[in-house]
């Protein structure tokens, strides 16, 4: 088993400057989490966005796993998930894990 940190991701209540919108999820996110040297993921949710208020209302910390089921298993608990992150097969699931938000993300 094997997970890798992605970034950290942090509601804001405004639009910081080049964000882009996620029609499907309903939420603005800044375009890379490459541009910040400490890889922050910052999140602006929209009124009927799919995901649950404890994502928009709390932060997370996103890995890379190289397997979803081993990793939601050893959870706390379900947030939302598993569901398709994009149209090439990825995955992903937001979990608790000791009174932590994990995204767990598997790539296709």
């Not at 094997?2 to 996110?29: C, D, Q, S, T």
């Not at 706390?76 to 998930?81: N, P, Y």
Request: proline share 6%; with cysteine; aromatic share 14%.
């Amino acid at each position: 088993m094997a997970a890798e940190y992605m970034h950290i991701g942090i509601p804001v209540l405004n639009r910081k400057p080049g964000m882009v919108y996620n029609e499907w999820g309903k939420f603005w996110v800044n375009e890379s989490v490459d541009e910040y040297d400490y890889k922050i993921e910052y999140l602006k949710f929209e009124e009927g966005t799919p995901f649950p208020e404890e994502i928009h209302r709390n932060p997370h910390v996103a890995y890379k796993v190289d397997d979803l089921e081993h990793y939601i298993a050893d959870a706390d608990s379900v947030i939302c998930g598993p569901m398709a992150a994009n149209d090439k097969g990825d995955r992903l699931a937001f979990v608790w894990k000791d009174g932590a938000i994990l995204e767990l993300y598997q790539e296709a």
